[in-house]
């Protein structure tokens, strides 16, 4: 059973970078899709941006600025990295599995637990 | 973008009764890219379905999914004390990937 497991730091001051990392187990990373997704009460849930198992990334335009995904096979572990944030970035931040046979655009299969992420000074 | 409008917004019903909740797509899903999760308190999304209809791994043939261009539909044949939670529309067929708002499903 392929579990997912999200880790950072919870609080995060303005203007500084966010960095979070998922951790996959049960599974390779290589051969799938990856990617990161928010959610947060005044915006529901937000595609972030993902990672290809060849090391390909693609983010949401609305972000696409600030963000930087990679991944790390040796470790089975991607991350996300994104700047200078705001308390608009006040979210909780999942990691998630893109469906088999299914490439960028996708629908998610396996999700991490969650993680709260608070932008505040 | 392509926005997802769900409605109702809430849904009150009873267990055994069958709920129907609605997905509309704004420009028009071209394929049938769209898939459907259900959320509870404090947990992540799970996926119940992919392809507008096609079932998940290890969920219950009590839902179902339909539709195709601008309007889907999630149905629960008949609601078991463990389907109430908010469940949320979602389309791949064009990048970035969108979610719809919500619908909750609460006990009447």
Do not use: M
């Given at each position: 059973?392929?579990?997912?497991?999200?880790s950072?730091?919870?609080?995060?001051?303005?203007?500084?970078?966010?960095?979070?990392?998922?951790?996959?187990?049960?599974g390779?990373?290589s051969?799938?899709?990856?990617?990161?997704?928010?959610q947060?009460?005044?915006?529901?849930?937000?595609?972030?941006?993902?990672?290809?198992?060849?090391?390909?990334?693609?983010?949401?335009?609305s972000?696409k600025?600030?963000?930087t995904?990679?991944?790390d096979t040796?470790?089975?572990?991607?991350?996300?990295?994104?700047?200078?944030?705001?308390?608009?970035?006040?979210?909780?931040?999942?990691c998630?599995?893109?469906?088999h046979?299914?490439?960028?655009?996708?629908?998610?299969?396996y999700?991490?637990?969650g993680?709260?992420v608070?932008v505040?000074s | 973008?392509?926005?997802?409008?769900?409605?109702?917004?809430t849904?009150?019903?009873?267990?055994?009764e069958?709920?129907?909740l609605?997905?509309r797509?704004?420009p028009?899903?071209?394929?049938?890219?769209?898939?459907?999760?259900?959320?509870?308190?404090g947990?992540a999304?799970?996926?119940?379905?992919y392809?507008?209809?096609?079932?998940?791994?290890g969920?219950?043939?009590r839902f179902?999914?339909?539709?195709?261009?601008t309007e889907?539909?999630?149905?629960i044949?008949r609601?078991?004390?463990?389907?109430?939670?908010v469940?949320?529309?979602?389309q791949?067929?064009?990048?970035?990937?969108t979610?719809?708002q919500?619908t909750?499903?609460e006990?009447?």
């Amino acid at each position: 059973q392929v579990q997912l497991q999200e880790s950072g730091p919870g609080l995060v001051k303005p203007s500084e970078t966010l960095s979070l990392t998922c951790t996959v187990s049960g599974g390779s990373i290589s051969g799938y899709y990856w990617s990161w997704i928010r959610q947060s009460p005044g915006k529901g849930l937000e595609w972030i941006g993902h990672i290809s198992y060849r090391g390909s990334a693609n983010y949401n335009p609305s972000l696409k600025s600030r963000i930087t995904i990679s991944g790390d096979t040796s470790k089975n572990q991607f991350s996300l990295q994104l700047s200078s944030v705001t308390a608009a970035d006040t979210a909780v931040y999942y990691c998630a599995r893109h469906g088999h046979f299914c490439g960028g655009d996708c629908y998610f299969d396996y999700w991490g637990q969650g993680t709260q992420v608070t932008v505040s000074s | 973008e392509i926005v997802l409008t769900q409605s109702p917004g809430t849904l009150s019903l009873s267990p055994g009764e069958r709920a129907t909740l609605s997905c509309r797509a704004s420009p028009s899903i071209s394929s049938s890219y769209l898939a459907w999760y259900q959320q509870k308190p404090g947990q992540a999304p799970r996926l119940l379905i992919y392809g507008a209809s096609s079932r998940a791994t290890g969920i219950p043939d009590r839902f179902s999914g339909s539709g195709s261009g601008t309007e889907f539909t999630l149905t629960i044949s008949r609601l078991e004390p463990e389907d109430f939670a908010v469940f949320y529309c979602q389309q791949y067929d064009s990048s970035p990937g969108t979610f719809g708002q919500g619908t909750k499903v609460e006990i009447k």
